[in-house]
C-alpha cells in the first residue's frame, strides 16, 4: 500500500485542492481518544479548524515516501523520539523553533518549562509513556509477579507472554532483569557480550511468546486469554484496567520511558495550522488535561500539579503516571542515540533470532 | 535493387526498365513506404497514451526507485573535502590532511543540518556511527590544529580503520554495498567481501523461504483448484454459474476482511481450537497452534490466491469436448491413461497460467504474512516494507526489491525455456 503510494508519484497531479482542515496521525484505542477529548475537542471549538484524526500501527511509517513523492497528506504526525530524530535527521520534518511554544502560566518559557529533551529540533514531546508489563491477576492466585525478572520466569509463573515485536525495550528490560542496573543497561548492552545476554534472556521465553505489533493488541490478548502477561504501553493496561474492570495488575519495576512527539512533515499542506496545533496541545493546560483520559505523564513540569482525576471522577491519576516516584524505583528512560545507531544492525539480529 | 530486377524479368531485356511510379510521378515504393509511416505514426498516436502512462507511472518509479540500490549520494555530496581526499589517496591511511578535511566537512555539514545525513548513509555500512557524526559535528567549530587529536579527543573510535573503510566506500555514491547486504556479506576492513555473522544472516534465508513458500502455495492452490475447475466446467451452465458465484464472492471480499476472518478462525481461542476442544480431539492445555506462524500465512494464503487458479483452469476446460475422453475410454483406456494421456494435456495451458499467476503473486505478498506470519511466516517483501518504513534505508530496500525481482524474472525464463510461454492460457 505505501509503496504504491511511494511510486504513484506521477499522480500527485490529481490530488484533492488543499482544505482547512488538518489531519492528525496517532496511534489509536484509548491513547487517541485521550488525544481527541484533550486536544481536538478544545482546538476545534476555538479555531473552527475541523482536525481528522487517523491511527497507524507506527505514524513514522508513511511519512519518507509521502516527503519524497511530493504528496503529503498529513499535517501533523505523533511521533517515537527515534523515528522523530532520524525523520528530523533526513530533513523529512519541518523544523519548529522552540521560542514560539506558549510559556507557562507562570511566565517561565517553554524551554525551561518542558522536560530534559523534549524539545527537539523538529518535534516536540507531548508525554511520555512507558513500556511497562501487566499481568492477569486471575491467572496467578497464591504468588503474584511483582519484579522485570518475574517476567523473564517461566518456572515461578508459568503461561503465556506477550512482547511487541521489536527489540527496543525488550532487551533493556531483558538485561534489567537479569540484574545489570539500568544505568548500566546501555553500557552493557553496546558491547557484544551484552547483547548475547540479552539474547540469551530472551531465549528463556521465546517459546511462550506472542508478538503483537500494535499497541491496543496487549491489552486484547490479556482479555483474551492467549497469554498470561505481556509487555504494553502502560497507558493501555490502565485504559483496560479503569474503564473496562479488567483484571490486569501493571508491574512498574523495570519500567522503560520514553517522550512521545508531534512533528510536522515536509511539505504538510497545512504547516501554519499544523503548528497552531502543536503550540496548543502542546500547552500547559491541556497537557495536564490528557491525563484525565489515559495515565501518561505531561512532559511540562507545569502541567504536573494541574494533573486530577481520571475522567470516571474517582481515580487519582499521579500514582499511574510512569513519573510518579514509587514507579521509577527501578526505571531506564530510552537511550535515543543508542537506538538510532544501532536500531538497523540489532533488528537484523532480533528478526534473525526470532525466525531461527 | 531486388524490384527492379524484378521489373526486368516481367518485362524483358528488350524493353526499357522503368520503375512503376504513381500519377504524380513519385516513385511507388517510396510513396507506399510514406504512406503506410503516416498509418503507423497515426496508430501509434493511439497507443501513446498508455505508453506515456506506463512509462510515467510504471517505469520511471521503479527505474528511479531501483536506481537507489546502486546509488546513495547522501554521504559524497555532504563531505565534498574529504570524498576529494579518498579520490586522491586510494588505499592511504588517514593522516592529518585527510582529518583538516573531515573537519572542514563537519563545520559545513553543521550549517547545513546535514550531519545526521552522513551519519545516517556511513551507519549503513557500520552500526553505531551515526551518532559520532552527528556529536563531530556539533563540536567542529571548536576545533583547532592539530584535527586528527582534535578529533581523536572527542571519540576514539576516529581512529577505527573500519570507520575510514566505511567512509571511503561511501565516499563514491555508486556502491555495490548494498546488494551484498541484501546477501547477508560484508565487507571486512581490508576490503575482502565476506559473510556477516551467523547471527546477522536474515535476507538470504527469507529470500528461499520466500520461494519455497510460494511454490507450496501454489502446489497446494493447484491440487485443491483442478477438481473444482473441472467440476465447474463439466456442470450445465446454469448450475456452474450459480457455483461460480461460490468462487468469485471471496475474490471481491476485502483481503482485509478475509485475512483477518482467518485469524478469528485459527487462533489459539479460536472457533477452530475451541470446536476441537469442545469435541475432545484436543487437549486444552495443548491447543494447535495455526495462527501467528508459517501455517497461518500459508492457509490464509492459499485461500486468497486460489480463485487465481481456479479462474484459468476453468477458462481451459470449459471448450475441451467430453468425447475425446470417452474416445480414448472406448479404444480401452484405463480412465488414469484416459485422464493423463487425452485430459491433462489439453488443460496445461490453464495449469501454466494459474501456476504462474498464482507463484508470482505470492512471491510479492506482503499484508497476508505481516497480519498473520507472526514470527515465522514473514516473507521476503515484509522486509521490504521494513527498510521502506521503519529503517527508511531505502536504497536497502531496492536492492532486496531488484533481487527479488531478477530472480522471478529468472524463472520466467526458465518456465519459457521449459513450458513455453505460448502454451498459457488466460480465458
Known amino acids: 500500500m505505501k509503496k504504491f503510494l511511494a511510486l504513484s508519484c506521477a499522480f500527485s497531479t490529481f490530488a484533492f485542492a488543499a482544505q482547512a482542515d488538518i489531519t492528525v496521525v496517532s496511534w489509536g484505542g484509548a491513547y487517541e481518544k485521550s488525544q481527541v477529548e484533550a486536544y481536538n475537542k478544545p482546538f476545534m471549538a476555538q479555531t473552527g479548524t475541523k482536525i481528522t484524526m487517523t491511527s497507524a500501527d507506527n505514524p513514522a511509517g508513511p511519512i519518507k515516501s509521502m516527503v519524497e513523492s511530493g504528496n503529503v497528506t498529513i499535517d501533523v504526525a505523533d511521533l517515537e523520539y527515534t523515528d522523530a530524530l532520524r525523520l528530523c535527521d533526513e530533513g523529512l520534518l519541518e523544523p519548529i523553533d522552540p521560542a514560539s511554544l506558549p510559556p507557562a502560566p507562570d511566565g517561565t518559557p517553554a524551554t525551561e518549562d518542558f522536560l530534559e529533551g523534549a524539545v527537539t529540533e523538529c518535534a516536540i514531546a507531548s508525554m511520555v509513556f512507558s513500556n511497562v508489563y501487566g499481568f492477569d491477576t486471575t491467572k496467578f492466585s497464591d504468588q503474584k509477579p511483582s519484579t522485570i525478572a518475574d517476567f523473564f520466569d517461566l518456572e515461578?509463573?508459568?503461561?503465556?507472554?506477550?512482547?511487541?515485536?521489536?527489540?527496543?525495550?525488550?532487551?533493556?528490560?531483558?538485561?534489567?532483569?537479569?540484574?545489570?542496573?539500568?544505568?548500566?543497561?546501555?553500557?552493557?548492552?553496546?558491547?557484544?557480550?551484552?547483547?548475547?545476554?540479552?539474547?540469551?534472556?530472551?531465549?528463556?521465553?521465546?517459546g511462550q511468546t506472542v508478538w503483537w505489533e500494535a499497541g491496543a493488541q496487549p491489552p486484547q490478548l490479556l482479555a483474551d486469554g492467549e497469554v498470561a502477561m505481556t509487555t504494553a504501553y502502560n497507558g493501555?493496561?490502565?485504559?483496560?484496567?479503569?474503564?473496562?474492570?479488567?483484571?490486569?495488575?501493571?508491574?512498574?519495576?523495570?519500567?522503560?520511558?520514553?517522550?512521545?512527539?508531534?512533528?510536522?512533515?515536509?511539505?504538510?499542506?497545512?504547516?501554519?495550522?499544523?503548528?497552531?496545533?502543536?503550540?496548543?496541545?502542546?500547552?500547559?493546560?491541556?497537557?495536564?488535561?490528557?491525563?484525565?483520559?489515559?495515565?501518561?505523564?505531561?512532559?511540562?513540569?507545569?502541567?504536573?500539579?494541574?494533573?486530577?482525576?481520571?475522567?470516571?471522577?474517582?481515580?487519582?491519576?499521579?500514582?499511574?503516571?510512569?513519573?510518579?516516584?514509587?514507579?521509577?524505583?527501578?526505571?531506564?528512560?530510552?537511550?535515543?542515540?543508542?537506538?538510532?545507531?544501532?536500531?538497523?544492525?540489532?533488528?537484523?539480529?532480533?528478526?534473525?533470532?526470532?525466525?531461527? | 535493387m531486388a524490384d527492379l530486377s524484378a521489373n526486368g524479368a516481367i518485362t524483358g531485356s528488350n524493353v526499357a526498365v522503368t520503375p512503376l511510379s504513381t500519377t504524380d510521378g513519385r516513385s511507388l515504393k517510396t510513396a507506399l513506404a510514406a504512406a503506410q509511416s503516416r498509418a503507423k505514426r497515426r496508430a501509434l498516436l493511439l497507443v501513446l497514451p498508455l505508453l506515456l502512462f506506463i512509462l510515467i507511472s510504471f517505469v520511471l518509479p521503479i527505474g528511479q526507485m531501483l536506481l537507489r540500490s546502486v546509488h546513495n549520494d547522501a554521504f559524497s555530496a555532504n563531505m565534498p573535502v574529504l570524498s576529494a581526499w579518498f579520490d586522491e589517496n586510494p588505499g592511504k591511511a588517514p593522516d592529518e590532511a585527510a582529518y583538516s578535511a573531515l573537519v572542514s566537512d563537519l563545520r559545513q555539514a553543521r550549517a547545513d543540518k546535514t550531519a545526521g545525513l552522513i551519519g545516517t548513509r556511513v551507519n549503513y555500512d557500520l552500526a553505531g556511527s551515526r551518532s559520532m557524526f552527528t556529536a563531530a559535528a556539533r563540536k567542529a567549530p571548536e576545533l583547532e590544529p592539530p584535527y586528527r587529536d582534535a578529533v581523536l579527543a572527542i571519540n576514539a573510535d576516529w581512529g577505527n580503520p573500519a570507520l575510514w573503510q566505511a567512509m571511503r566506500s561511501a565516499s563514491t555514491p555508486y556502491t555495490a554495498n548494498f546488494y551484498l547486504a541484501a546477501l547477508d556479506m560484508t565487507r571486512d576492513p581490508q576490503g575482502n567481501i565476506v559473510r556477516v555473522e551467523e547471527s546477522r544472516r536474515i535476507y538470504v534465508s527469507h529470500f528461499v523461504k520466500t520461494f519455497v513458500f510460494s511454490g507450496v502455495i501454489t502446489a497446494i492452490c493447484l491440487i485443491l483448484a483442478y477438481p473444482v475447475a473441472h467440476m465447474l466446467a463439466t456442470l450445465p451452465l446454469g448450475k456452474s454459474n450459480l457455483l461460480m458465484i461460490l468462487v468469485l464472492l471471496p475474490f471481491w471480499t476485502s483481503l482485509l476482511v478475509r485475512t483477518t476472518s482467518w485469524m478469528v478462525l485459527l487462533q489459539e481461542q479460536g472457533v477452530v481450537n475451541n470446536a476441537l476442544v469442545a469435541t475432545g480431539t484436543v487437549d486444552p492445555a495443548n491447543r494447535l497452534s495455526m495462527m501467528y506462524n508459517q501455517t497461518g500465512t500459508v492457509i490464509a494464503m492459499v485461500h486468497i490466491l486460489l480463485p487465481f487458479m481456479i479462474l484459468p483452469l476453468y477458462a481451459v476446460m470449459r471448450p475441451i469436448k467430453p468425447h475425446y475422453v470417452r474416445a480414448a475410454r472406448s479404444l480401452g483406456a484405463s480412465s488414469w491413461t484416459a485422464f493423463r494421456q487425452v485430459y491433462l494435456p489439453q488443460t496445461l495451458p490453464g495449469i501454466g497460467a494459474g501456476a504462474l499467476l498464482v507463484f508470482i503473486l505470492a512471491v510479492g505478498y506482503y499484508i497476508t504474512p505481516a497480519l498473520v506470519g507472526g514470527a515465522s511466516g514473514q516473507m521476503i517483501s515484509n522486509f521490504i516494507a521494513y527498510h521502506m518504513q521503519s529503517s527508511l534505508n531505502w536504497s536497502m530496500a531496492a536492492a532486496l526489491a531488484a533481487i527479488l525481482l531478477a530472480a522471478v524474472l529468472l524463472l520466467y525464463w526458465l518456465y519459457d525455456r521449459l513450458v513455453g510461454i505460448d502454451n498459457i492460457k488466460l480465458g
Open chain 1, 236 to 356: 493501555r493496561l490502565f485504559s483496560a484496567v479503569v474503564t473496562e474492570g479488567k483484571p490486569f495488575e501493571v508491574v512498574w519495576d523495570g519500567q522503560v520511558y520514553e517522550y512521545e512527539l508531534f512533528g510536522i512533515p515536509k511539505g504538510a499542506p497545512n504547516k501554519d495550522e499544523a503548528l497552531e496545533y502543536i503550540k496548543f496541545a502542546t500547552g500547559t493546560q491541556r497537557l495536564a488535561d490528557q491525563t484525565k483520559w489515559i495515565s501518561y505523564g505531561p512532559a511540562r513540569k507545569s502541567s504536573l500539579p494541574l494533573v486530577g482525576l481520571f475522567e470516571d471522577g474517582k481515580t487519582e491519576m499521579a500514582p499511574n503516571m510512569p513519573t510518579a516516584e514509587a514507579n521509577m524505583k527501578r526505571s531506564l528512560r530510552t537511550s535515543v542515540d543508542f537506538w538510532v545507531d544501532r536500531d538497523v544492525e540489532i533488528s537484523e539480529r532480533f528478526n534473525t533470532w526470532l525466525t531461527n
Open chain 1, 156 to 206: 515461578k509463573f508459568p503461561g503465556k507472554r506477550g512482547m511487541r515485536k521489536t527489540a527496543k525495550a525488550n532487551l533493556e528490560m531483558a538485561l534489567m532483569a537479569d540484574g545489570v542496573a539500568p544505568g548500566d543497561v546501555y553500557a552493557t548492552l553496546e558491547t557484544p557480550e551484552g547483547l548475547d545476554r540479552a539474547f540469551a534472556m530472551l531465549d528463556k521465553i521465546k
